[in-house]
Protein backbone atom coordinates (compact mmCIF):
# COMPACT_ATOMS: atom_id res chain seq x y z
CA UNK A 1 0.00 0.00 0.00
CA UNK A 2 1.60 3.24 -0.90
CA UNK A 3 1.69 6.19 1.09
CA UNK A 4 -1.08 8.28 -0.30
CA UNK A 5 -3.52 5.41 0.01
CA UNK A 6 -2.46 5.08 3.54
CA UNK A 7 -2.71 8.82 4.32
CA UNK A 8 -6.44 8.96 2.83
CA UNK A 9 -7.23 6.15 4.74
CA UNK A 10 -5.83 7.75 7.92
CA UNK A 11 -8.01 10.89 7.41
CA UNK A 12 -11.50 8.76 6.30
CA UNK A 13 -11.33 6.79 9.54
CA UNK A 14 -13.09 7.10 12.96
CA UNK A 15 -11.31 8.50 15.75
CA UNK A 16 -11.49 7.00 19.09
CA UNK A 17 -13.19 9.59 20.61
CA UNK A 18 -16.04 9.36 18.09
CA UNK A 19 -16.88 5.52 19.14
CA UNK A 20 -20.13 4.63 20.90
CA UNK A 21 -19.04 3.74 24.87
CA UNK A 22 -20.68 3.67 27.90
CA UNK A 23 -21.00 6.93 29.54
CA UNK A 24 -17.55 7.37 32.00
CA UNK A 25 -17.61 9.30 35.57
CA UNK A 26 -15.21 12.12 36.34
CA UNK A 27 -11.54 10.93 37.35
CA UNK A 28 -12.63 7.08 37.56
CA UNK A 29 -13.97 6.22 33.72
CA UNK A 30 -15.68 3.61 34.00
CA UNK A 31 -13.43 1.60 36.83
CA UNK A 32 -16.96 1.25 38.87
CA UNK A 33 -19.10 -0.16 36.35
CA UNK A 34 -16.16 -2.97 36.01
CA UNK A 35 -16.26 -6.48 38.42
CA UNK A 36 -12.83 -7.32 37.95
CA UNK A 37 -13.87 -11.28 37.82
CA UNK A 38 -16.29 -10.67 35.81
CA UNK A 39 -15.01 -8.00 33.37
CA UNK A 40 -14.88 -9.67 30.12
CA UNK A 41 -18.64 -10.68 30.47
CA UNK A 42 -19.24 -6.72 31.12
CA UNK A 43 -16.66 -5.54 27.96
CA UNK A 44 -19.21 -8.54 25.84
CA UNK A 45 -22.58 -6.43 27.01
CA UNK A 46 -20.98 -3.33 25.92
CA UNK A 47 -20.09 -4.80 22.50
CA UNK A 48 -24.05 -5.68 22.40
CA UNK A 49 -25.01 -2.75 22.78
CA UNK A 50 -22.41 -0.41 21.21
CA UNK A 51 -21.40 -2.72 18.83
CA UNK A 52 -18.28 -4.51 17.19
CA UNK A 53 -16.14 -1.58 18.29
CA UNK A 54 -16.36 0.79 21.43
CA UNK A 55 -14.52 2.68 24.05
CA UNK A 56 -14.44 2.60 27.26
CA UNK A 57 -11.89 3.94 30.03
CA UNK A 58 -10.47 3.05 33.16
CA UNK A 59 -9.30 5.84 35.71
CA UNK A 60 -6.74 7.63 33.37
CA UNK A 61 -6.50 4.70 31.05
CA UNK A 62 -8.18 4.57 27.69
CA UNK A 63 -9.23 1.35 25.70
CA UNK A 64 -10.86 0.75 22.38
CA UNK A 65 -12.38 -2.63 22.13
CA UNK A 66 -13.15 -4.85 18.75
CA UNK A 67 -15.50 -7.67 18.79
CA UNK A 68 -15.32 -7.99 15.10
CA UNK A 69 -13.50 -11.71 13.72
CA UNK A 70 -11.88 -9.80 11.04
CA UNK A 71 -10.40 -6.95 12.68
CA UNK A 72 -8.94 -9.08 15.59
CA UNK A 73 -7.55 -11.36 12.98
CA UNK A 74 -5.58 -8.12 11.55
CA UNK A 75 -4.37 -6.83 15.10
CA UNK A 76 -3.10 -10.90 15.88
CA UNK A 77 -1.52 -10.89 12.71
CA UNK A 78 0.23 -7.57 12.88
CA UNK A 79 2.60 -8.24 15.89
CA UNK A 80 5.25 -7.58 16.81
CA UNK A 81 5.62 -4.98 14.89
CA UNK A 82 2.18 -2.76 14.90
CA UNK A 83 1.01 -4.36 17.95
CA UNK A 84 2.48 -5.20 21.21
CA UNK A 85 2.21 -6.18 24.74
CA UNK A 86 1.47 -3.84 26.89
CA UNK A 87 3.90 -1.88 28.98
CA UNK A 88 2.04 -2.67 32.01
CA UNK A 89 2.19 -6.34 31.69
CA UNK A 90 6.01 -6.25 30.49
CA UNK A 91 6.86 -4.31 33.46
CA UNK A 92 4.92 -6.57 36.21
CA UNK A 93 6.11 -9.63 34.47
CA UNK A 94 9.68 -8.12 34.84
CA UNK A 95 8.70 -7.69 38.14
CA UNK A 96 7.63 -10.88 38.67
CA UNK A 97 10.77 -11.93 37.53
CA UNK A 98 8.65 -14.16 34.43
CA UNK A 99 9.48 -11.82 31.76
CA UNK A 100 9.30 -14.74 29.44
CA UNK A 101 8.37 -15.42 25.39
CA UNK A 102 4.96 -14.34 26.77
CA UNK A 103 5.16 -10.78 27.61
CA UNK A 104 8.14 -9.93 26.02
CA UNK A 105 8.34 -7.88 23.11
CA UNK A 106 10.40 -6.44 20.14
CA UNK A 107 14.17 -8.13 20.43
CA UNK A 108 13.48 -9.37 23.21
CA UNK A 109 10.71 -11.50 22.06
CA UNK A 110 12.72 -12.40 18.91
CA UNK A 111 15.40 -13.67 20.51
CA UNK A 112 13.47 -16.06 22.93
CA UNK A 113 10.97 -17.69 20.50
CA UNK A 114 13.26 -20.30 17.86
CA UNK A 115 14.61 -21.90 21.03
CA UNK A 116 11.08 -21.75 22.97
CA UNK A 117 9.00 -23.02 19.97
CA UNK A 118 11.33 -25.51 19.28
CA UNK A 119 11.16 -27.53 22.57
CA UNK A 120 7.24 -27.25 22.24
CA UNK A 121 7.07 -28.29 18.26
CA UNK A 122 5.08 -31.43 17.41
CA UNK A 123 7.97 -33.50 16.90
CA UNK A 124 8.91 -32.88 20.79
CA UNK A 125 5.36 -33.91 22.04
CA UNK A 126 5.31 -36.91 19.94
CA UNK A 127 8.46 -38.18 21.77
CA UNK A 128 7.17 -36.43 25.07
CA UNK A 129 3.85 -39.26 24.52
CA UNK A 130 5.24 -42.30 26.95
CA UNK A 131 5.80 -39.75 29.88
CA UNK A 132 2.17 -38.07 29.14
CA UNK A 133 0.62 -41.45 29.15
CA UNK A 134 2.47 -42.60 32.28
CA UNK A 135 1.07 -39.22 34.23
CA UNK A 136 -2.48 -39.59 32.23
CA UNK A 137 -2.24 -43.36 34.49
CA UNK A 138 -1.58 -41.53 37.62
CA UNK A 139 -5.02 -39.18 37.15
CA UNK A 140 -6.87 -42.71 35.98
CA UNK A 141 -5.07 -43.89 39.19
CA UNK A 142 -6.55 -40.72 41.59
CA UNK A 143 -10.08 -40.83 40.10
CA UNK A 144 -10.70 -44.43 40.50
CA UNK A 145 -9.98 -43.86 43.76
CA UNK A 146 -12.29 -41.35 44.44
CA UNK A 147 -14.55 -43.43 42.56
CA UNK A 148 -14.38 -46.48 44.92
CA UNK A 149 -15.15 -44.22 48.24
CA UNK A 150 -17.60 -42.64 46.88
CA UNK A 151 -16.10 -39.31 46.86
CA UNK A 152 -16.49 -36.37 44.66
CA UNK A 153 -13.96 -34.80 43.00
CA UNK A 154 -12.39 -31.09 43.07
CA UNK A 155 -11.79 -30.92 39.32
CA UNK A 156 -9.88 -28.10 38.46
CA UNK A 157 -7.39 -28.57 41.34
CA UNK A 158 -6.79 -32.11 39.74
CA UNK A 159 -6.44 -31.12 36.17
CA UNK A 160 -4.31 -28.43 37.08
CA UNK A 161 -1.82 -30.69 39.55
CA UNK A 162 -2.08 -32.72 36.33
CA UNK A 163 -1.15 -30.26 33.85
CA UNK A 164 1.74 -29.02 35.97
CA UNK A 165 3.38 -32.34 35.78
CA UNK A 166 3.21 -32.08 32.38
CA UNK A 167 4.57 -29.43 31.78
CA UNK A 168 7.62 -29.72 33.99
CA UNK A 169 7.99 -32.97 32.37
CA UNK A 170 7.59 -31.53 28.84
CA UNK A 171 10.27 -28.74 29.25
CA UNK A 172 11.96 -29.42 32.44
CA UNK A 173 12.09 -33.40 32.77
CA UNK A 174 11.22 -33.49 35.93
CA UNK A 175 8.97 -35.70 37.53
CA UNK A 176 7.30 -33.65 40.43
CA UNK A 177 3.94 -35.69 41.02
CA UNK A 178 1.89 -33.58 42.30
CA UNK A 179 -1.21 -36.07 41.25
CA UNK A 180 0.57 -38.73 43.92
CA UNK A 181 1.44 -35.96 46.55
CA UNK A 182 -0.37 -35.10 49.62
CA UNK A 183 0.72 -31.66 49.78
CA UNK A 184 0.21 -28.71 47.19
CA UNK A 185 4.03 -28.45 46.78
CA UNK A 186 4.53 -25.78 43.68
CA UNK A 187 0.55 -25.54 43.06
CA UNK A 188 0.04 -23.25 46.12
CA UNK A 189 2.36 -21.01 44.85
CA UNK A 190 1.29 -21.29 40.87
CA UNK A 191 -2.17 -20.76 42.03
CA UNK A 192 -1.22 -17.04 43.40
CA UNK A 193 0.35 -15.66 40.22
CA UNK A 194 -2.23 -14.74 36.89
CA UNK A 195 -5.16 -13.59 39.98
CA UNK A 196 -2.33 -11.04 41.44
CA UNK A 197 -1.11 -10.30 37.61
CA UNK A 198 -4.61 -9.45 36.76
CA UNK A 199 -5.14 -7.83 39.48
CA UNK A 200 -2.17 -5.24 39.30
CA UNK A 201 -2.65 -5.13 35.53
CA UNK A 202 -6.00 -3.32 35.99
CA UNK A 203 -5.25 -1.23 38.85
CA UNK A 204 -5.90 2.08 38.06
CA UNK A 205 -1.96 2.94 38.94
CA UNK A 206 1.21 1.09 40.05
CA UNK A 207 0.85 1.57 43.82
CA UNK A 208 2.71 -1.90 44.82
CA UNK A 209 6.25 0.29 43.67
CA UNK A 210 4.97 3.09 46.35
CA UNK A 211 3.70 0.84 48.90
CA UNK A 212 2.63 -2.73 49.44
CA UNK A 213 -0.25 -4.04 50.36
CA UNK A 214 -0.55 -7.16 53.10
CA UNK A 215 -1.74 -9.04 49.80
CA UNK A 216 0.99 -7.99 48.03
CA UNK A 217 3.58 -9.08 50.74
CA UNK A 218 2.07 -12.46 51.32
CA UNK A 219 2.52 -12.98 47.10
CA UNK A 220 6.02 -11.71 47.38
CA UNK A 221 6.60 -14.62 49.59
CA UNK A 222 4.92 -16.70 47.19
CA UNK A 223 7.28 -15.36 44.01
CA UNK A 224 10.11 -16.57 46.68
CA UNK A 225 9.18 -20.10 46.59
CA UNK A 226 8.51 -20.75 42.89
CA UNK A 227 12.24 -18.77 42.48
CA UNK A 228 13.12 -21.02 44.56
CA UNK A 229 11.73 -24.07 42.72
CA UNK A 230 12.65 -22.77 39.12
CA UNK A 231 16.48 -22.47 40.48
CA UNK A 232 16.28 -26.28 41.20
CA UNK A 233 15.26 -27.10 37.54
CA UNK A 234 18.13 -24.65 36.17
CA UNK A 235 20.73 -26.61 38.92
CA UNK A 236 19.42 -30.13 37.31
CA UNK A 237 19.99 -29.15 33.67
CA UNK A 238 23.38 -27.97 34.41
CA UNK A 239 24.15 -31.25 36.28
CA UNK A 240 22.63 -32.97 33.68
CA UNK A 241 24.77 -31.30 30.47
CA UNK A 242 27.50 -31.63 32.63
CA UNK A 243 27.08 -35.38 33.14
CA UNK A 244 26.23 -35.65 29.16
CA UNK A 245 28.05 -32.78 27.37
CA UNK A 246 26.61 -34.30 24.03
CA UNK A 247 23.14 -33.42 25.05
CA UNK A 248 24.30 -29.29 24.81
CA UNK A 249 23.85 -30.23 20.79
CA UNK A 250 20.63 -32.44 21.07
CA UNK A 251 19.19 -31.19 24.43
CA UNK A 252 16.25 -33.85 25.57
CA UNK A 253 13.90 -31.04 27.17
CA UNK A 254 13.32 -27.32 27.25
CA UNK A 255 15.05 -26.67 30.42
CA UNK A 256 18.36 -28.33 28.92
CA UNK A 257 17.91 -26.34 25.53
CA UNK A 258 17.98 -22.74 27.05
CA UNK A 259 20.62 -23.29 29.62
CA UNK A 260 23.08 -24.64 27.13
CA UNK A 261 21.84 -21.71 24.54
CA UNK A 262 22.76 -19.68 27.31
CA UNK A 263 26.17 -20.61 27.80
CA UNK A 264 27.02 -20.94 24.15
CA UNK A 265 29.62 -18.36 23.02
CA UNK A 266 28.17 -15.14 21.90
CA UNK A 267 24.91 -16.10 23.01
CA UNK A 268 22.39 -13.61 22.92
CA UNK A 269 20.04 -14.96 26.05
CA UNK A 270 20.70 -14.43 29.46
CA UNK A 271 19.74 -16.33 32.84
CA UNK A 272 16.80 -14.10 33.50
CA UNK A 273 15.63 -15.59 29.81
CA UNK A 274 15.98 -18.49 31.04
CA UNK A 275 14.35 -18.43 34.61
CA UNK A 276 11.48 -16.11 32.66
CA UNK A 277 10.12 -19.32 30.07
CA UNK A 278 10.89 -21.52 32.98
CA UNK A 279 7.92 -19.95 35.24
CA UNK A 280 5.87 -18.95 32.16
CA UNK A 281 5.24 -22.50 30.80
CA UNK A 282 4.56 -23.33 34.12
CA UNK A 283 1.75 -20.79 34.45
CA UNK A 284 0.55 -21.16 30.68
CA UNK A 285 0.99 -24.87 31.03
CA UNK A 286 -1.33 -25.10 34.22
CA UNK A 287 -4.12 -22.83 34.18
CA UNK A 288 -5.04 -22.77 30.35
CA UNK A 289 -5.67 -26.46 29.43
CA UNK A 290 -6.69 -26.94 33.04
CA UNK A 291 -9.39 -24.94 32.86
CA UNK A 292 -10.18 -25.93 28.58
CA UNK A 293 -10.52 -29.58 30.12
CA UNK A 294 -12.71 -28.52 33.18
CA UNK A 295 -15.34 -26.54 31.20
CA UNK A 296 -15.25 -29.54 28.19
CA UNK A 297 -15.77 -32.26 30.63
CA UNK A 298 -19.37 -30.08 32.30
CA UNK A 299 -20.21 -29.73 28.64
CA UNK A 300 -20.24 -32.94 27.70
CA UNK A 301 -21.61 -34.06 30.86
CA UNK A 302 -24.83 -31.78 29.74
CA UNK A 303 -24.72 -32.91 26.24
CA UNK A 304 -25.77 -36.63 26.46
CA UNK A 305 -25.41 -37.32 22.25
CA UNK A 306 -22.40 -35.48 21.90
CA UNK A 307 -21.13 -37.66 25.04
CA UNK A 308 -22.01 -40.83 23.70
CA UNK A 309 -20.35 -39.96 20.46
CA UNK A 310 -17.52 -38.93 22.17
CA UNK A 311 -17.36 -42.44 24.44
CA UNK A 312 -18.16 -44.77 21.21
CA UNK A 313 -14.97 -42.94 19.53
CA UNK A 314 -12.49 -43.86 22.47
CA UNK A 315 -13.77 -47.15 23.18
CA UNK A 316 -12.91 -48.11 19.43
CA UNK A 317 -9.12 -46.51 19.68
CA UNK A 318 -8.75 -47.79 23.47
CA UNK A 319 -9.32 -51.21 23.47
CA UNK A 320 -8.72 -53.62 25.18
CA UNK A 321 -8.55 -52.46 28.50
CA UNK A 322 -9.38 -48.84 27.71
CA UNK A 323 -6.07 -47.66 29.74
CA UNK A 324 -4.00 -44.75 28.74
CA UNK A 325 -1.17 -46.61 28.07
CA UNK A 326 -3.78 -48.31 24.99
CA UNK A 327 -2.95 -45.39 23.24
CA UNK A 328 0.81 -46.73 22.04
CA UNK A 329 1.38 -44.19 20.13
CA UNK A 330 1.12 -40.24 19.37
CA UNK A 331 -0.90 -41.48 16.44
CA UNK A 332 -3.94 -42.57 17.99
CA UNK A 333 -4.48 -39.45 19.09
CA UNK A 334 -5.35 -38.23 15.76
CA UNK A 335 -8.06 -41.07 15.52
CA UNK A 336 -9.36 -39.23 17.91
CA UNK A 337 -11.16 -36.33 15.23
CA UNK A 338 -14.92 -36.19 17.61
CA UNK A 339 -12.91 -35.41 20.99
CA UNK A 340 -10.81 -32.76 19.28
CA UNK A 341 -13.69 -31.47 17.50
CA UNK A 342 -15.79 -31.18 20.87
CA UNK A 343 -12.54 -29.31 22.18
CA UNK A 344 -12.92 -26.95 19.13
CA UNK A 345 -16.29 -26.36 20.53
CA UNK A 346 -15.83 -26.45 24.25
CA UNK A 347 -13.03 -23.59 23.76
CA UNK A 348 -15.37 -21.39 21.02
CA UNK A 349 -17.97 -21.18 24.08
CA UNK A 350 -16.09 -20.62 27.13
CA UNK A 351 -12.40 -19.85 25.50
CA UNK A 352 -10.08 -19.74 28.77
CA UNK A 353 -8.53 -16.53 26.36
CA UNK A 354 -11.86 -14.36 26.32
CA UNK A 355 -9.84 -10.95 26.02
CA UNK A 356 -6.62 -10.04 24.56
CA UNK A 357 -5.01 -6.63 25.46
CA UNK A 358 -2.60 -5.29 23.30
CA UNK A 359 -0.71 -1.17 23.19
CA UNK A 360 -0.07 -0.16 19.66
CA UNK A 361 3.38 0.40 18.88
CA UNK A 362 2.75 3.24 15.89
CA UNK A 363 -0.14 4.94 14.58
CA UNK A 364 -2.40 2.30 12.36
CA UNK A 365 -6.10 1.94 11.00
CA UNK A 366 -8.10 -1.43 12.07
CA UNK A 367 -11.23 -1.81 11.01
CA UNK A 368 -12.08 1.58 9.89
CA UNK A 369 -10.95 3.31 12.87
CA UNK A 370 -7.37 5.30 13.40
CA UNK A 371 -5.87 3.45 16.47
CA UNK A 372 -2.78 5.86 17.77
CA UNK A 373 0.53 5.53 19.00
CA UNK A 374 0.31 3.79 22.36
CA UNK A 375 -3.43 2.81 22.66
CA UNK A 376 -4.87 0.48 24.75
CA UNK A 377 -6.80 -2.24 22.34
CA UNK A 378 -8.82 -4.87 23.99
CA UNK A 379 -9.96 -7.95 21.66
CA UNK A 380 -12.87 -10.23 22.55
CA UNK A 381 -12.55 -13.42 21.90
CA UNK A 382 -15.85 -14.99 22.26
CA UNK A 383 -18.72 -12.46 20.65
CA UNK A 384 -17.46 -13.29 16.64
CA UNK A 385 -17.65 -17.18 18.03
CA UNK A 386 -21.05 -17.30 19.52
CA UNK A 387 -22.90 -14.99 16.77
CA UNK A 388 -25.85 -16.10 15.05
CA UNK A 389 -23.90 -14.98 11.33
CA UNK A 390 -20.87 -17.71 12.04
CA UNK A 391 -22.59 -20.41 14.02
CA UNK A 392 -26.31 -21.73 13.75
CA UNK A 393 -27.91 -21.69 16.91
CA UNK A 394 -24.55 -20.61 18.41
CA UNK A 395 -25.49 -20.96 22.34
CA UNK A 396 -25.39 -24.96 21.49
CA UNK A 397 -22.84 -27.53 22.06
CA UNK A 398 -22.74 -29.16 18.52
CA UNK A 399 -18.78 -30.60 18.20
CA UNK A 400 -20.44 -31.63 14.20
CA UNK A 401 -19.67 -28.31 13.31
CA UNK A 402 -15.67 -28.90 13.52
CA UNK A 403 -15.79 -31.68 11.52
CA UNK A 404 -16.08 -32.20 7.74
CA UNK A 405 -14.48 -30.22 4.87
CA UNK A 406 -15.94 -26.88 5.99
CA UNK A 407 -14.29 -27.00 9.21
CA UNK A 408 -10.88 -27.17 7.40
CA UNK A 409 -11.23 -24.72 4.69
CA UNK A 410 -9.03 -22.20 4.55
CA UNK A 411 -11.66 -19.18 4.07
CA UNK A 412 -12.32 -16.24 6.13
CA UNK A 413 -15.69 -18.00 7.31
CA UNK A 414 -14.64 -20.97 8.81
CA UNK A 415 -14.95 -21.74 12.30
CA UNK A 416 -11.24 -21.49 12.43
CA UNK A 417 -10.92 -18.59 11.34
CA UNK A 418 -13.87 -17.01 13.66
CA UNK A 419 -12.95 -19.19 16.80
CA UNK A 420 -9.46 -18.57 17.56
CA UNK A 421 -8.16 -19.71 21.28
CA UNK A 422 -4.87 -20.18 20.70
CA UNK A 423 -4.69 -16.27 18.42
CA UNK A 424 -3.63 -16.27 15.80
CA UNK A 425 -0.05 -14.48 13.39
CA UNK A 426 2.80 -14.93 14.98
CA UNK A 427 2.45 -14.63 18.72
CA UNK A 428 0.02 -17.49 18.07
CA UNK A 429 0.30 -20.14 21.42
CA UNK A 430 3.57 -22.17 20.97
CA UNK A 431 2.00 -24.20 23.46
CA UNK A 432 -1.17 -25.73 21.19
CA UNK A 433 -0.07 -28.74 20.33
CA UNK A 434 0.96 -29.86 23.73
CA UNK A 435 -2.28 -28.66 24.68
CA UNK A 436 -4.20 -30.45 22.30
CA UNK A 437 -2.65 -33.85 23.07
CA UNK A 438 -3.15 -33.33 26.80
CA UNK A 439 -6.94 -32.52 26.38
CA UNK A 440 -7.48 -35.71 24.10
CA UNK A 441 -5.88 -38.03 26.46
CA UNK A 442 -7.75 -36.97 29.00
CA UNK A 443 -10.61 -36.91 27.56
CA UNK A 444 -10.26 -40.52 26.35
CA UNK A 445 -9.08 -41.25 29.84
CA UNK A 446 -11.70 -40.42 31.49
CA UNK A 447 -14.64 -41.71 28.79
CA UNK A 448 -13.03 -44.91 28.42
CA UNK A 449 -12.85 -45.82 32.32
CA UNK A 450 -15.65 -44.29 33.99
CA UNK A 451 -19.26 -43.35 34.02
CA UNK A 452 -19.61 -39.48 34.72
CA UNK A 453 -22.41 -39.28 37.20
CA UNK A 454 -22.48 -35.94 37.84
CA UNK A 455 -20.15 -32.50 37.13
CA UNK A 456 -21.95 -29.73 39.13
CA UNK A 457 -20.82 -27.43 41.14
CA UNK A 458 -20.41 -27.34 44.71
CA UNK A 459 -23.62 -25.26 45.34
CA UNK A 460 -25.67 -26.79 43.29
CA UNK A 461 -26.38 -23.12 41.28
CA UNK A 462 -25.40 -22.69 37.79
CA UNK A 463 -21.32 -22.65 36.56
CA UNK A 464 -20.11 -18.99 36.83
CA UNK A 465 -17.36 -17.74 34.82
CA UNK A 466 -14.37 -16.30 36.82
CA UNK A 467 -11.63 -14.19 34.67
CA UNK A 468 -8.36 -14.17 36.37
CA UNK A 469 -5.91 -13.50 33.81
CA UNK A 470 -7.31 -16.85 32.64
CA UNK A 471 -11.64 -17.62 32.52
CA UNK A 472 -12.19 -20.68 34.72
CA UNK A 473 -15.18 -22.51 35.78
CA UNK A 474 -15.73 -21.86 39.79
CA UNK A 475 -16.52 -24.51 41.91
CA UNK A 476 -16.72 -27.66 39.53
CA UNK A 477 -16.82 -31.12 40.95
CA UNK A 478 -17.29 -34.23 39.48
CA UNK A 479 -18.46 -37.80 40.57
CA UNK A 480 -17.42 -40.80 38.62
CA UNK A 481 -18.28 -44.49 38.47
CA UNK A 482 -15.58 -47.04 36.90
CA UNK A 483 -17.45 -48.17 33.68
CA UNK A 484 -20.00 -51.20 33.77
CA UNK A 485 -20.48 -50.45 37.25
CA UNK A 486 -23.74 -50.37 38.83
CA UNK A 487 -24.63 -46.87 40.35
CA UNK A 488 -24.58 -46.92 44.20
CA UNK A 489 -28.27 -46.32 45.66
CA UNK A 490 -29.07 -42.52 46.11
CA UNK A 491 -26.15 -41.93 43.08
CA UNK A 492 -27.39 -40.72 39.44
CA UNK A 493 -27.95 -43.09 36.94
Known amino acids: MDTHVVSSTRVNARRVQDL ?51 AIASILRDRPDVFRRTSRLEQT ?12 NGDDWRRQRPMVLSGLDPTHVRSFFPTLVKVTDRLACRWQAASDRG ?60 VK ?31 HPERRMEPTNLVEALVAA ?72 ARLEYVEACANEAMRLRPVAPINVLEAACDTVVGGVAVPKGALVVCLMRPAAVDARHFPDPEAFR ?64 VRERLAFAMSPVGLTMRLRRRGERPAPGRPA
Open 20 to 70: PGPAPWPLLGNLLQIQRDRMHLQLEAWAQQYGDVFRFRLANRRFVAFANHD
Open 93 to 104: AREFGFNGLFSS
Open 151 to 210: EPIDLQSDLMRYTVDVTAGLAFGADINTLESREELIQQHLDKVFPQLFRRLLAPFPYWRV
Open 213 to 243: LPTDRAFDRHLVALHRAVSNFIQGARRSLEA
Open 262 to 333: RDRDGSRLNDDDVSGNILTLLLAGEDTTANTLGWLTWLLKRNPAALARAEAEVLAAAAPDRAPRNLKAHTDL
Open 399 to 462: PERWTGSDAQAESSSSPKRISMPFGAGPRMCPGRYLAIAEIKIVTAMLLANFEIDSVTTRDGRE
